[in-house]
């Protein structure tokens, strides 16, 4: 069984900076395709970003291109969303999720192993 936990979300003002973290359990973090979503409040989870097992292939949605970065420390165990130019419409639950292989993929019935989530609320 792996674990997953997030951190890093909160409160911040529309343009600002948010950099969230996620460490899972195991031995095997490098062979884990690692994602993040989002949830708001009244609408289904969507994906924002995900990363391969080795670090080398990202994705993102395309509302966070450009502002968002996914990156992974595999010696740490822990996965990264740095998030820039915070609007509104960025505030939801995120979520971090895991695969069982090294391949990157976008929906949420291809991850195993889901953290609780950290919420991010951004004010206009």
């Known amino acids: 069984q792996v674990q997953v936990v997030e951190s890093g979300g909160g409160l911040v003002q529309a343009g600002g900076s948010l950099r969230l973290s996620c460490a899972a359990s195991?031995?095997?973090?490098?062979?884990?395709?690692m994602g993040w979503f989002r949830q708001a409040s009244g609408k289904e989870r969507e994906f924002v970003a995900g990363?391969?097992?080795?670090?080398?292939?990202?994705s993102y949605a395309d509302s966070v291109k450009g502002r968002f970065t996914i990156s992974r420390d595999n010696t740490k165990n822990t996965v990264y969303l740095q998030m820039n130019s915070l609007n509104p419409e960025d505030a939801a639950v995120y979520y971090c999720?895991?695969?069982?292989?090294?391949?990157?993929?976008?929906?949420?019935?291809?991850?195993?192993?889901w953290g609780r989530g950290t919420q991010v609320t951004v004010s206009s």
């Open positions: 990363i391969s097992g080795s670090g080398g292939r990202t």
């Open positions: 195991g031995r095997t973090f490098s062979s884990r395709a």
């Open positions: 999720a895991a695969r069982r292989d090294i391949f990157l993929r976008r929906e949420t019935f291809e991850y195993d192993y």
